[in-house]
C-alpha cells in the first residue's frame, strides 16, 4: 500500500505547478487550465484523506468539487469565446475591455 505522505506530495507538487503557471503564464486558456490542476490537486488529497481515514466523505466532496469545475470551465470558456470574437487575441493584458 502506498503510504499518505507520498500522494500529499503529489498533490502538493501538482498544486505548485498550477500556482507558478497561474501566476506566470499570460494566456487565458493557460491559466484556466492551471487552476483546473490545482482542482485537482486538491481533489487528490481529498481522496487520499478519506481513503486513509476509511469514509467516503472526501470522495463525496471532490465530487462537488468537480460539479463546480464544470460549471466554471463552460462559464469561463464561454466568456473566453465571447472576447476573442471581439479582440482576436487571449492575453490577460488586453483585457482591460472589461474594466469599461
Same mark, same amino acid.
Given at each position: 500500500?502506498?503510504?499518505?505522505?507520498?500522494?500529499?506530495?503529489?498533490?502538493?507538487?501538482?498544486?505548485?505547478?498550477?500556482?507558478?503557471?497561474?501566476?506566470?503564464?499570460?494566456?487565458?486558456?493557460?491559466?484556466?487550465?492551471?487552476? &483546473?490542476?490545482?482542482?485537482?490537486? *486538491?481533489?487528490?488529497?481529498?481522496?487520499?484523506?478519506? @481513503? $486513509?481515514?476509511?469514509? +467516503? /466523505?472526501?470522495?463525496?466532496?471532490?465530487?462537488?468539487?468537480?460539479?463546480?469545475?464544470?460549471? &466554471?470551465?463552460?462559464?469561463?470558456? *464561454?466568456?473566453?469565446?465571447?472576447?476573442?470574437?471581439? @479582440? $482576436?487575441?487571449?492575453? +490577460? /493584458?488586453?483585457?482591460?475591455?472589461?474594466?469599461?
Amino acid at each position: 500500500m502506498i503510504p499518505l505522505s507520498w500522494y500529499l506530495i503529489l498533490s502538493a507538487i501538482l498544486f505548485a505547478i498550477g500556482v507558478a503557471s497561474f501566476l506566470i503564464k499570460r494566456n487565458i486558456i493557460t491559466i484556466f487550465m492551471s487552476i &483546473e490542476l490545482m482542482l485537482n490537486a *486538491a481533489n487528490l488529497a481529498l481522496v487520499a484523506f478519506g @481513503r $486513509r481515514h476509511g469514509t +467516503v /466523505d472526501g470522495q463525496a466532496i471532490v465530487f462537488f468539487v468537480m460539479a463546480v469545475a464544470a460549471a &466554471e470551465v463552460a462559464v469561463g470558456l *464561454a466568456i473566453i469565446v465571447a472576447i476573442f470574437r471581439v @479582440r $482576436r487575441r487571449l492575453s +490577460v /493584458d488586453d483585457l482591460s475591455l472589461m474594466r469599461w
